[in-house]
């Protein structure tokens, strides 16, 4: 069951059921993610590239101290790589208990919901449906993809990055 269909199941009927969620883009596609992961947002930064991972992991930066791995979200929704310029965006968030970056193309602007317009239902090709928890749909025109962090990265993806600099 997905965080939406849990919010969904309990939810009784009541307006102030507000929910907020950050929303961006990649691509022609708008993205959520729910606004209490969101630790920080940075304009791009150059990464310490880390040699032996997977092609959406774009290296890794210090954040007052901390070694941050960052995510392509372009790359990782196989829509090819991006090539980050002053115009991207990485978002700093808490996934699994561990802090990351995800670089975006732009971010849009935090959306603030009732829980009732949250919809689980979704037939959506472009991403596996295993990272996509839910849907906001706001008067049939913009349709923003609510993400499942939790599972586009794994603690294996987070960790290889970490293993790889302390080796160095």
């Known amino acids: 069951m997905t965080n939406i269909e849990n919010i969904m199941n309990n939810i009784q009927n009541n307006d102030t059921d507000l929910l907020q969620f950050l929303s961006f883009k990649v691509g022609n596609e708008v993205y959520g993610v729910d606004i209490h992961s969101i630790i920080e947002i940075k304009g791009w930064s150059n990464t310490l590239s880390i040699p032996k991972t997977p092609e959406y992991m774009m290296g890794v930066f210090n954040l007052r101290g901390s070694i941050i791995p960052i995510?392509?979200?372009?790359?990782?929704?196989?829509?090819?790589?991006?090539?980050?310029?002053?115009?991207?965006v990485v978002i700093?968030?808490?996934?699994?208990?561990?802090?990351?970056?995800?670089?975006?193309?732009?971010?849009?602007?935090?959306?603030?919901?009732?829980?009732?317009?949250?919809?689980?239902?979704?037939?959506y090709s472009n991403i596996s449906e295993k990272f996509i928890d839910g849907f906001i749909n706001r008067d049939n025109e913009l349709m923003i993809i609510l993400l499942m962090i939790e599972s586009l990265f794994t603690n294996r993806d987070i960790d290889q990055a970490r293993e790889v600099i302390e080796d160095q």
């Open 71 to 88: 995510f392509a979200l372009r790359a990782k929704f196989e829509m090819g790589n991006t090539n980050p310029d002053k115009t991207n």
């Open 92 to 123: 700093i968030l808490s996934c699994n208990n561990k802090t990351i970056g995800i670089l975006v193309d732009v971010v849009l602007d935090i959306i603030t919901v009732n829980a009732h317009e949250l919809s689980s239902y979704f037939e």
